[in-house]
């Protein structure tokens, strides 16, 4: 069965330091992984995606994710965190063979960006 | 702004009343999906559609449970004689067809709480 865990309830970052935000992944097949950020009381915003390719993904807000296949990993990370950048975010996944449907998400992780 | 659209934003209702969320996807995208979110967890797939066929419902989707999209452009959800295990955060996502590979991009959601 897919599942995607992220290890971290709450990520603390100092504005300007770099964040990272952990995700591990299982699938049976090749992994199609995606980031989302949420902000209060809205929908979720695409980040950021893994197909194939360079492990290193770019994506907006200066984001970008790094895939690990012998480590089922998929961390989110920015060099420079922002103050704005506080926000919750979720980790999804999907197998390449499976539901063509469905996204199974973590449970998100909260970072919180200090001045 | 032609992004995913959900109306009510808020729904209050009594145990055992029935609901129904309108989402209206981005108008080129061919197939719409709904999740559930409850507080402090990952959004979980409901069910999804390509056009106006319904091709996928998770075990979630209890048969109190009805999604529709009549002509292949908005969709509607109903939950019929709501219990409060209900609550929660519904959530519209719709994507262009095709790859799996697609993101999804969400609406603001539809909160109902039962009471």
């Known amino acids: 069965a897919q599942s995607v865990a992220q290890p971290e309830d709450q990520v603390n970052v100092a504005e300007g330091n770099p964040l990272t935000v952990k995700c591990t992944y299982s699938?049976?097949?090749?992994?199609?992984l995606f980031w989302y950020v949420q902000y209060p009381n809205r929908g979720l915003q695409f980040l950021l995606k893994?197909?194939?390719?360079?492990?290193l993904v770019k994506g907006s807000y200066g984001f970008e994710a790094e895939f690990n296949k012998s480590q089922t990993s998929f961390h989110l990370k920015k060099p420079s965190a922002l103050v704005s950048d506080s926000a919750l975010y979720f980790c999804?996944?999907?197998?390449?063979?499976?539901?063509?449907?469905?996204?199974?998400f973590g449970k998100g992780t909260k970072l919180s960006v200090k001045p | 702004d032609t992004g995913v659209s959900q109306d009510p934003r808020h729904k209050i209702t009594k145990r055992g009343q029935n609901v129904t969320f309108r989402c209206d996807p981005i108008?080129?995208?061919?197939?719409l999906y709904w999740y559930r979110q409850t507080l402090g967890q990952g959004p979980e797939f409901l069910t999804y559609?390509?056009?106006?066929?319904?091709?996928?419902k998770s075990r979630l989707l209890s048969d109190r449970f009805s999604a529709e999209r009549p002509k292949g452009s908005f969709s509607t959800l109903e939950i019929q004689r709501t219990e409060q295990g209900d609550s929660a955060m519904y959530l519209c996502?719709?994507?262009?067809?095709?790859?799996?590979?697609?993101?999804?991009?969400f609406g603001p959601g539809t909160r109902l709480t039962v009471t």
């Open positions: 893994y197909i194939t390719g360079d492990n």
């Open positions: 108008s080129e995208h061919n197939r």
């Open positions: 699938v049976s097949g090749n992994p199609y």
């Open positions: 999804a996944v999907r197998d390449e063979g499976g539901s063509q449907g469905n996204l199974i």
């Open positions: 996502a719709s994507s262009l067809e095709g790859l799996p590979h697609r993101e999804q991009y």
């Open positions: 559609f390509q056009n106006e066929a319904q091709l996928e």
